[in-house]
């Protein structure tokens, strides 16, 4: 239903751009999230948005320096990453519908994709 794409290596201070694609059957005012899986542990919220307002919120690491934005005519969401860090490192999912209550957001399902692996090294 998502696919995540436009991972890949990069060296500190750099940036990436991920792109999530949704279904042609996903709503627009779908509240869609970012998450990012470390070494097998369970993914966790990086930013969200909502589907009607546009309205974000991003963990507290990455505030300042990822923006998480959609482009409805293409239902595409994206995470413009920048000032990369290598505690950035991960494999970032993208998945919806997300519950968004004030700082948290916590998707619905648990369904992951294949996301795509982010690597910030030098």
């Known amino acids: 239903q998502f696919v995540e794409s436009g991972g890949g290596l990069v060296q500190p201070g750099g940036s990436l751009r991920l792109s999530c694609a949704a279904s042609?059957?996903?709503?627009?005012?779908?509240?869609i999230g970012w998450f990012r899986q470390v070494s097998g542990k369970e993914p966790e919220a990086v930013s969200c948005i909502t589907g009607t307002t546009s309205s974000t919120v991003y963990m507290d690491s990455v505030k300042g320096r990822f923006t998480i934005s959609r482009d409805g005519a293409k239902k595409t969401v994206y995470l413009q990453m920048d000032s990369l860090k290598p505690e950035d490192t991960g494999v970032y999912y993208c998945?919806?519908?997300?519950?968004?209550?004030?700082?948290?957001?916590?998707?619905?399902?648990?369904?992951w994709g294949q996301g795509t692996q982010v690597t910030v090294s030098s």
């Open positions: 042609e059957s996903t709503a627009d005012n779908v509240a």
């Open positions: 998945i919806g519908p997300v519950i968004i209550m004030k700082e948290l957001c916590i998707p619905v399902l648990r369904n």
